[in-house]
C-alpha cells in the first residue's frame, strides 16, 4: 500500500508523547507523503520545521480562517518568507469558516483573497478550508480565478454541484474520515463520482478520525480507511485507490 495524506496537523501538544511512535505508524501502514498544514504564523514555522524533521513530512504555510483576525499587517510577507523553504509545498490553510465565525466575515475574506493572490505569485498550490461559506467561496474562487498551480478543497464537504464548478475551476478534492461514517451518505455520493484524476485523501489529524477510531485522536495512518471507503464505493482495490490518490498528490504538490 502507498498512501499519501495530504492534509494533518501534527505539530501539536496532542503528539509531543509519541509523535516519533506516530510517524512510525504511518510507515508500516504504508504512508509515503504528508502535508503538515499550518493555520497561523506559529503553527507555519512549526510545519516547516517538522518537515525539517521527517522526510515523508512537507510543510504547507498560511493563516486559517479561524486566525484571519489575528494576522498582523506583515502577515504575507513572512508567509512570503517561510514559502521559500525547499519542504514548503502549498499554501494554506486558507478560506471561509462562517460555521463558528471565529474572525468576523469580512477579514476572513479579505485574508482568503490576499492568500490567493500570493499562491498565484509565488506559483503554489492553495488548499482550501470551508465550512457553511459555500456560497462566498465560490465567489472568491471565480473572481480569483485559481492559477496553473492549482488548489484543493480539504475535508470536502459540498455538494456535487459545488464539487463540479470546483473541478471546472481544476481544483482537486479532498476527503477525510467523515466520508466513511455511516449516515454520510451525500458525502459518499459525492466521493464516488469525482474524476479519479482529482481525488486526494487526507486525515486532518488530530481531528475527523474514521470510523473505527471515532470521537478519538486521529493520525496519519489511519488515511487507509478512507482510502479503504472511497474504494469499496466505486468498485476498486484499496491499494489502487491508493496508488491513484497518491500520485495525484504528488503531481499537485510537485513531489517526485
Ligand atoms: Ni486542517
Known sequence: MILFDTHAHLEGEEYAADRDGMIARARSAGVVHIVNVGFNLESSRRSVRLAEEYDLIYAAVGIHPHDAAEAGSGYLEELREMAAHPRVVALGEM??????DLSPRPVQQRVFREQLALARELELPFIIHDRDAHGDLMKILRENRPGPSGGVLHCYSGSWEMAR???ALGLYLSFAGPVT?????????VASRVPLD???IETDA???SPAPYR????EPAYVVFTAEEIARLRGLKTEDLAKVCTENGRKLFRIA
Open 181 to 189: 461514517y455511516p449516515n454520510a451518505n451525500r458525502l459518499k455520493e
Open 206 to 208: 488530530p481531528y475527523l
Open 215 to 218: 470521537g478519538k485522536r486521529n
Open 198 to 200: 482529482r481525488l486526494l
Open 95 to 100: 478560506g471561509l469558516d462562517y460555521y463558528r
Open 165 to 167: 464548478e470546483c473541478l
